[in-house]
């Protein structure tokens, strides 16, 4: 399993995770457990998740489901998500293994080229609280004009549960008779509004909301990612996690 070493700041049972002003870099890989071709590209997904400003996640889209086998982590909410890179010309295609880093397509793994990771320069800072069975989430911009411009836009914030070293053997589809192991599989997955408010002279965003379930993962390790993203753009503008 892969120790995660993105990790900002996390008190102990993440009851609180912050970014800071620490830029990272998400890399979501839309993948699916009846494509042949997507084991490879996971392993690919946990070696860069190895740099200390990566945030890796694994989401299992629906649309292979019809071949014969139901992948269990699949999420017609990532399906959607995967059309929307498309919709808004960040991707030119919606296939699996899709590579999506810092919001924009990546198809150099079918060429076996290594993936270009730039570290932009952060736009704001997270800070993620747990209480009891929800989450409460701020934003505020780093002191730059960009930064601050963002403010004016309308933002969301998403919450992913994570799980490691999750086996499955899968009986049916291209992947029949493999036991596959995943790491960074996106368990459960909830988004909401964010909204903003002035706090010592500064606007910020703020929201709350209760904490996606994945509580029948009872036997695996589990990670939460928190992002902040455009509400009408998915890519993510800072992104923070921490063990579960």
Not at 169 to 183: M, P
Not at 192 to 217: C, H, W
Request: aromatic letters at 10%; proline letters at 5%; one cysteine or more.
């Amino acid at each position: 399993m892969r120790v995660l070493i993105w990790m900002v700041v996390l008190v102990f049972a993440a009851t609180s995770v912050s970014s800071q002003d620490r830029p990272v870099v998400v890399v979501e890989l839309f993948t699916s457990q009846g494509c042949s071709s997507c084991p490879p590209a996971d392993a690919l997904l946990e070696r860069l998740s190895g740099r200390n400003d990566v945030i890796a996640l694994s989401l299992h889209v629906d649309y292979w489901d019809y071949i014969g086998w139901k992948d269990p982590f699949a999420n017609p909410k990532f399906t959607v998500r995967q059309r929307l890179y498309e919709h808004l010309a960040l991707s030119k295609n919606v296939a699996t293994p899709g590579f999506i880093i810092n919001g924009k397509a990546w198809n150099g793994w079918f060429y076996g080229q290594e993936p270009t990771i730039v570290n932009e320069h952060a736009i704001g800072s997270i800070i993620a609280k747990i209480v009891d069975d929800y989450i409460q989430v701020e934003f505020a911009p780093v002191a730059k004009m960009n930064s601050r411009r963002v403010m004016r836009e309308s933002l969301s914030f998403h919450v992913a549960i994570l799980g490691f070293d999750v086996k499955t053997t899968v009986t049916k589809g291209e992947n029949s008779g493999r036991e596959l192991t995943h790491d960074f599989v996106v368990l459960a997955y909830d988004s909401q509004a964010l909204f903003k408010g002035e706090v010592n002279g500064e606007v910020i965003a703020q929201a709350r909301m209760t904490l996606p379930d994945a509580s029948k993962y009872k036997e695996n390790k589990k990670a939460i990612v928190v992002w902040v993203s455009k509400s009408n753009n998915p890519t993510p503008i800072q992104a923070v996690g921490g063990w579960l």
